[in-house]
């Protein structure tokens, strides 16, 4: 995917994601729109690491994400608890091992930033800072580099050399950082990087029109995620339609058709019920809902935020599934639930208490930061004049 325009002749900036999940295309994505609206100037082009290696290790990396997170979550999370480490500045053997391995098959990057020459590379995923530094320590390009954090907890895997910007989604993130040997002057809290829809305001009577939903009933999203789902969806809608009477449930089923067929045949469905099929259009439900029930993604629980929306978030993955979770919990913005059952009751709950609604809602708002404008800010500060 790349945003940019070939008969530009200003700055290069070159935006390095990576198909694993949703969220690191959608923090690249974010960013690169920012920057069109801020800098025009600034050519951009957007590019997903995967492509540039063997298939086996595109298979390896994000098949086996979805895998792990989706059907073997306890194995992922020892998975990740084990690979977590080193917590000093010092590399370790077994990291040392994997960022040969990693270089070894993303040596089409490596070719590719050598010759498209950018002056700067911005990162939404951890495999690409690595390689950039080692190509920069051997004179291969002098493109300084940003890594942009999209989880509050901070897995070892994000740590690079030769980062002269950490973007982090919160102070915790950033003091992880710091135990790591990075400077503190090199971090910037920033939050999250999102899209501009999901801060533009939205008249909310045309939105419930649009989209047949009910004005004067509560309605719960329930999200299942795009590229895959997550969890009993179906069970939980059911229960949700039993349990909350005068609610209306509105399910994201993402890509999964086979899903969309089974909540078409809930009792209920049409009346208390609607489900959606893949849309770029989720902020005009968040921002009429009265509150998400969804899982704690990084870039899901900012879009949560910068709408102010209360979350009820599903059983988290072990791993930054698990922290983002326990810091959304531990701000007041989000209730963590450990399954079907505690979801329903859950939302059960908040929906009798409109002022604890409020609360969060509140804690919400407190929580979102204006991280795409701060990244373009400071992506701009970097190139200088132009």
Known sequence: MSHEDPQAGGPRVLIASASVGAGHNSAARAIAEGLAAAAPGVRVEVVDILTFAPWAFRAYYAGGYSLAVSKLPRLYGLGYW????????????????????????LKGFARHVAEAAPDLVVNTHFLAAPVLA???????????????????????????????????????TGRRLERWGVPPGRITVSGMPIQAKWTAPLDRAKVL?????????????????????????????????????????????????????????????GRDLAAFAFTDRVHELVEVCTLMVTKAGGLSTAECVAKARPM???????????????????????????????????????????????RMSDNARRLHRPATATIAAAIQAALGPH
């Not at 500045?89 to 960022?99: D, F, I, M, T, Y």
Request: one cysteine or more.
């Open 82 to 105: 084990l690979s977590d480490r080193p917590q000093g500045p010092r590399r370790g053997l077994n990291e040392r091992l994997r960022l040969c391995y990693e270089r070894l098959h």
């Open 134 to 172: 080692r190509l920069r320590a051997a004179g291969a390009t002098l493109a300084p580099q940003f890594v942009v954090v999209t989880d509050v907890l901070m897995h070892r895997f994000w740590l690079a050399e030769g980062v002269d910007r950490w973007f982090v989604p919160a102070g915790r």
């Open 209 to 269: 029109a649009e989209w047949r939903l009910p004005p004067d009933r509560p309605i719960i999203v329930l999200a299942a995620g795009a590229d895959f789902t997550c969890g009993p969806v179906v069970k939980i809608a059911r229960r949700l339609l039993a349990a909350c009477e005068g609610a209306f449930v509105a399910v994201l089923a993402g890509r999964n058709k086979k899903l969309l067929g089974q909540l078409s045949l809930l009792p209920g469905a």
């Open 312 to 358: 009820v978030l599903l059983k988290p993955v072990p791993g930054q599934e698990k922290g983002n979770a326990a810091y959304f919990a531990e701000k007041g913005a989000a209730v963590v639930t450990a399954g079907v059952g505690e979801v329903v009751e859950q939302v059960r709950r908040l929906l009798a208490r409109p002022d604890e609604l409020k």
